[in-house]
């Protein structure tokens, strides 16, 4: 299982990213893909996630409604829409799949994922 972070980089306050994790090894539609990020001196933090399978979506409270999972099953990537960044939005973003029961409880803990990507760094800073 391979999954490949990108789409990340520097913006200024107010602007606009989109991230894609593009998966290999697994097929999307039986797993939920996660977003999470890290800043500096800071734990991982769940930002979002997507249930492939049922299209059900979860986010952490501060980037609701700023924030878009979406999941296209034929190209098998999931991405993140990030509009308004701010600085606390600063960080490296991973992405994570897991399988098994998909009903969003503790979505935004590490522990439940399997597989991880590599990460892409954010920067919000004008």
């Known amino acids: 299982v391979q999954l490949q972070a990108s789409g990340g980089g520097l913006v200024q306050p107010g602007g606009s990213l989109r991230l894609s994790c593009a998966a290999s090894g697994i097929t999307l539609g039986y797993y939920a893909i996660g977003w999470f990020r890290q800043a500096p001196g800071k734990e991982r933090e769940g930002v979002s996630e997507i249930n492939t399978s049922d299209g059900d979506t979860f986010y952490e409270d501060s980037v609701k409604g700023r924030f878009t999972v979406s999941a296209d099953r034929a190209a098998n990537t999931v991405y993140l829409q990030m509009n308004d960044l701010q600085s606390g939005d600063t960080g490296v973003y991973f992405c994570?799949?897991?399988?098994?029961?998909?009903?969003?409880?503790?979505?935004?803990?590490?522990?439940?994922?399997?597989?991880w990507g590599q990460g892409t760094q954010v920067t919000v800073s004008s």
């Open positions: 994570a799949s897991k399988s098994g029961i998909l009903d969003g409880a503790n979505w935004y803990d590490a522990n439940e994922y399997d597989f």
